[in-house]
T-cell receptor, first 115, second 112 residues
Framework: AQTVTQSQPEMSVQEAETVTLSCTYD???????LFWYKQPPSRQMILVIR??????QNATENRFSVNFQKAAKSFSLKISDSQLGDTAMYFC????????????FGTGTSLTVIP | KAGVTQTPRYLIKTRGQQVTLSCSPI?????VSWYQQTPGQGLQFLFE???????NKGNFPGRFSGRQFSNSRSEMNVSTLELGDSALYLC???????????FGSGTRLTVV
């Protein structure tokens, strides 16, 4: 079974600073996909960034980047130049398409950006 | 292009009743998934449909069912509602799941 662990229930960061959210996962699969989703108070889950496990290069999307350590089964999210709009719940998710398109989500990290 | 549309946004039902939630995916997306989100259990997978076929099902009782129509729109139904079914139900669609799903804003179901 796949499990995803986010060990930081809450975090805060000053506006314009950098913050890193942690995520670890457990799987016996070799090919899979990892995602970070953001859920603001509006409730809609928004895809932040995705990583293909067979790619060694860490994914980057503007101010968002990941540190993917496959051997350690770690997938952290770094947010640079934090903005007030980044305040939200952040969920790490795992998907192995061999067993169907099913997300396994972590419990989330509530991030607050302080002005 | 239009996003994933879920209706209704809010719903209050009485224990024992049944409810149907609707989801209209992004045009061209044939995969539709449903998730239940609660404070205690987090985000849990309900089922996934692709071209009107259920491809995958989560660990929920048979009271939870769904279907997908030929236009990819999907509905989920919960029968004999229990208080514990109170949750945010999220629908998501994708053309290819590995590229990530687009989620709707959810239906907040309250069972009283």
């Amino acid at each position: 079974a796949q499990t995803v662990t986010q060990s930081q229930p809450e975090m805060s960061v000053q506006e314009a600073e950098t913050v890193t959210l942690s995520c670890t996962y457990d799987t016996s699969e070799n090919n899979y996909y990892l995602f970070w989703y953001k859920q603001p108070p509006s409730r809609q889950m928004i895809l932040v960034i995705r990583q293909e496990a067979y790619k060694q290069q860490n994914a980057t999307e503007n101010r968002f980047s990941v540190n993917f350590q496959k051997a350690a089964k770690s997938f952290s999210l770094k947010i640079s130049d934090s903005q007030l709009g980044d305040t939200a719940m952040y969920f790490c998710a795992f998907m192995n398409t061999n067993t169907g398109n099913q997300f396994y989500f972590g419990t989330g990290t509530s991030l607050t950006v302080i002005p | 292009k239009a996003g994933v549309t879920q209706t209704p946004r809010y719903l209050i039902k009485t224990r024992g009743q049944q409810v149907t939630l609707s989801c209209s995916p992004i045009s061209g997306h044939r995969s539709v998934s449903w998730y239940q989100q609660t404070p205690g259990q987090g985000l849990q997978f309900l089922f996934e449909y692709f071209s009107e076929t259920q491809r995958n099902k989560g660990n929920f009782p048979g009271r939870f069912s769904g279907r997908q129509f030929s236009n990819s729109r999907s509905e989920m139904n919960v029968s004999t509602l229990e208080l514990g079914d109170s949750a945010l139900y999220l629908c998501a669609s994708a053309s290819r799941g590995s590229e990530g799903y687009t989620f709707g804003s959810g239906t907040r179901l309250t069972v009283v």
